[in-house]
């Protein structure tokens, strides 16, 4: 399984970004994709995650509200739409996913990661 992500950069406080993370090599219609952040001097936590198998989407509390995964089951595709942001939401995204059955809250939860994309909120 390859992840291409895509979308970060700078904004400022109260605007918007859209990643994109494009899957492919999937095996089966049964998988997980979703998005972690990792903060400098923080630890990697799940921001979103979206089961393909039961259509369900989990968020974390910090983004409830603001942002939005959408997923494009035909190129195994999800976007994040993340409006309001607020500097903390400053990190690098990480797009995920594995051919499991359940989105997880832990990185360990995950065996494909796409490549970094670096999104700064400030000023």
């Known amino acids: 399984v390859q992840l291409q992500a895509s ?29 972690f ?10 921001v979103s995650c979206y089961s393909n198998i039961d259509g369900s989407t989990i968020y974390a509390d910090s983004v409830k509200g603001r942002f939005t995964l959408s997923s494009l089951h035909t190129n195994r595709t999800v976007y994040l739409q993340m409006n309001s ?18 989105c997880s809250w832990y990185a360990q939860g995950y065996k494909f990661w796409g490549q970094g994309t670096l999104v700064t909120v400030s000023s």
Not at 7 to 35: E, H, K, M, T
Not at 37 to 46: C, I, L, S, Y
């Open 7 to 35: 979308g970060g950069g700078l904004v400022q406080p109260g605007g918007s970004l859209r990643l994109s993370c494009a899957g492919s090599g999937f095996s089966s219609d049964n998988y997980i994709i979703g998005w």
């Open 37 to 46: 952040r990792q903060a400098p001097g923080k630890e990697r936590e799940a």
């Open 85 to 102: 942001l607020k500097p903390e939401d400053t990190a690098v995204y990480y797009c995920t996913a594995d051919q499991t059955f359940s």
